[in-house]
């Protein structure tokens, strides 16, 4: 994350979207907690996708483009879903892990 006026780093930020991405999967069981999880990664994605550069802003881009169509279909395909966080939840992985980010 680059700029000056950032309330978040990007070890927060990143903490904070590998946290709803987990919690989302691991809320398929609830009724309503997983959209809510997903739609709150979603927002956090949208929000700092312009404020990032290279191989994040290409996931973060991704993830704000596809993850609303993704929940949506939950309740007609959930395991399709389920496939689908755990799919972004290896992807930010192997950001970090090549990143070498450290406190996530």
Do not use: C
Not at 2 to 18: F, H, P, R, S
Not at 66 to 94: C, K
């Amino acid at each position: 994350m680059e700029g000056k006026d950032l309330a978040l780093t990007q070890v927060e930020a990143l903490e904070i979207l590998a946290y709803l991405l987990s919690s989302a999967h691991g809320a398929l069981s609830e009724e309503y907690g997983v959209y809510r999880l997903a739609s709150a990664a979603d927002r956090l994605a949208r929000l700092w996708m312009p404020h990032a550069n290279g191989e994040m802003k290409e996931f973060l881009n991704d993830l704000g483009t596809n993850m609303q169509s993704h929940a949506a279909n939950m309740s007609v395909d959930p395991e399709g879903f389920s496939t689908y966080l755990s799919e972004v939840i290896s992807a930010l992985a192997e950001i970090v892990k090549k990143q070498e980010i450290v406190g996530v």
